[in-house]
């Protein structure tokens, strides 16, 4: 069993999409992978179950279900006992999702996503 080697154990997930890749329906892939440490421990990627309307859209969906799988892999480590003592980041590539993610304001052309996607957006002001 893997027990935490302390203070450099590090905790990091990494999304993305594949934007209308799809070329009958339309929809775009997510992709997000988590590392700890230095190994991967778990990762995925799935045709997303709505069709999104931009590249922004499909990296929010995307960074909604990393974080759902972000906070569902911390309770695993902790139960456990192995989990990072610092917060677990995760990278997003595109920059207006970054900034819908951060800025609840930011959402005035972006009011159609789904409620459920706005998870990711919850979740990083609950956890910063």
Request: glycine share 6%; net charge positive.
């Amino acid at each position: 069993m893997y027990k935490s080697g302390g203070s450099n154990s590090k905790l990091q997930g990494f999304s993305d999409s594949d934007y209308a890749s799809d070329t009958e329906t339309r929809r775009s892939t997510t992709g997000y992978a988590f590392c700890l440490s230095n190994g991967i421990v778990t990762w995925s990627s799935q045709r997303q179950k709505l069709v999104t309307l931009s590249t922004t859209d499909a990296e929010y969906v995307a960074a909604a279900a990393a974080a759902k799988e972000a906070i569902w892999l911390r309770k695993l480590l902790n139960d456990l006992g192995c989990l990072p003592k610092t917060s677990t980041v995760l990278r997003v590539d595109n920059q207006s999702a970054i900034r819908l993610i951060k800025n609840a304001e930011f959402h005035k052309r972006t009011k159609h996503i789904d409620i459920k996607h706005h998870y990711v957006r919850e979740t990083v002001g609950k956890y910063r």
